[in-house]
């Protein structure tokens, strides 16, 4: 007989983990499925982010960076080492065991909060009275009937074509956080977050890496004075980048990677690597999910078509994350995931798209939120700006790391905030204050108003405010 629950989650990733737990928290009798398993079979839901995107990329930038740090910098603080050695198995153990812990946490908060688990696959069989049949393929099969169900199947890396993934020689994310030796030479297709944050693991641990991106401009999302300044740094660390490229017929020989491409100038180039990176894009992955047999609707792209409120279009049947539109991040799939299991318990769930902060964890860190300055001028939007070095902040200096600035866009007439840049040191970190600020429609008096400790790296926003209204303390 088919197990009864109020809530199926299909798929364990940020998305849908937390909406798992939050529909639980509400009440409700609750499943989740995912198929994640480890080398040894064991469960390891978190989806894509905890096994093989967010949590280790960070997990090897943070141990690149000691690399790097022990290799270029820490003589400038007196601090005198000779003969290191790279033991990269130790490094590459190390984020495997991090993403274990985060997989056996996510088991911890399931049974905390009495959500039942099955590792397996997931997918629609038939509507039913009281609600959806889903059945879990896997080591053990079940027939589970929900009254809700939210899809939260993620996304795949997507490939070139006519050259598929093989994780040894043409890589996708999971195949650049799993080498097992330096290459020499590395190349990475798109300049993106993957492509640019995997591109520097590997850059500071001894490869020679070139970025090849087709776009003209380099990261044409970002703020242009923040790309510019973020481009100059990466390519003094010695990041080879190379955009407006036009990508010819790759030949992977069983040692090398052939990458021929015309350059922004129509010139005909060629690279040689013993790896490379493909990191195009990813594509929402609905495979398995059984969306024939009950006709859920895909949008042009491929994607679960929905509302604004998440809904498709079967009735009780919801989706978020990375499967849906909107940006594939993980923090936008788990505010999505809270906000669907509010509304099935009747509450008034929200998720506001323009205070999504989109980050890149390199070195500086990128992080913005709201609109960039060329977005403002396009849409004939009067607006005041105001930006400030991290050269000229106390804190920064002291790390040794003054690359950047924050920047800050402000309404002409109102002064509420924008939008804000960062590139810098723990951009990341401080860009939280600006999506606060705007959640709440403040303005950048607001954070000029605001005490800041000192020294603290924060006190740049806060310069960066009252540059706004060109009154700046310490610059």
Partial sequence: MAKQFDVVVIGAGPGGYIAAIRAAQLGMTVACIDAWRTADGKPAPGGTCTNVGCIPSKALLQSSEHFEQVNHHFADHGIKVKGVDLDLQTLVGRKDQVVKQNNEGILYLFKKNKVTFFNGIGSFSAYVDGGWNIKVSGPAEEDLVAKHVIVATGSSPRALPGLAFDEKKILSNDGALSLTSVPKKLGVIGAGVIGLELGSVWRRLGAEVTVLEAMPDFLPAADQQVA?????????????????????????????????????????????????????????????????????????????????????????????????????????????????????????????????????????????????????????????????????????????????????????KTDEVLGVHIVGPMASELIAEAVTIMEFRGAAEDIARICHAHP?????????ALAVDKRTLNF
């Fill in 456 to 464: 603290t790296l924060s006190e740049s926003m806060k310069e960066a």
């Fill in 228 to 412: 510019k300044e973020a481009l100059k740094a990466f390519t003094k660390q010695g990041l080879k980048i190379v955009t407006g490229v036009k990508i010819g017929e790759i030949k992977a020989s069983g040692k090398t990677v052939k990458v021929p491409y015309t350059d922004s100038s129509g010139a005909e180039q060629s690279i040689e690597v013993d790896n490379l990176i493909v990191s195009i894009g990813r594509v929402p992955h609905t495979e398995g999910l059984g969306v024939e047999t009950v006709g859920l609707k895909l949008d042009e792209r491929g994607f679960v078509a929905v509302d604004d409120d998440c809904k498709t279009n079967l009735p009780n049947v919801w989706a978020v994350g990375d499967v849906v539109r909107g940006p594939m991040l993980a923090h936008k799939a788990e505010e999505e995931g809270v906000a669907v299991a509010e509304r099935i318990a009747g509450q008034f769930g929200h998720v506001n798209f323009g205070t999504i902060p989109n980050v890149i964890y390199t070195s500086p860190e990128i992080a913005w939120v709201g609109r960039t300055e060329q977005q403002l001028k396009t849409e004939g939007v009067d607006y005041k700006a105001g930006s400030f070095p991290f050269m000229a902040n106390g804190r920064a200096r002291a790390l040794g790391d003054t690359t950047g600035f924050v920047k800050v866009l402000a309404d002409a």
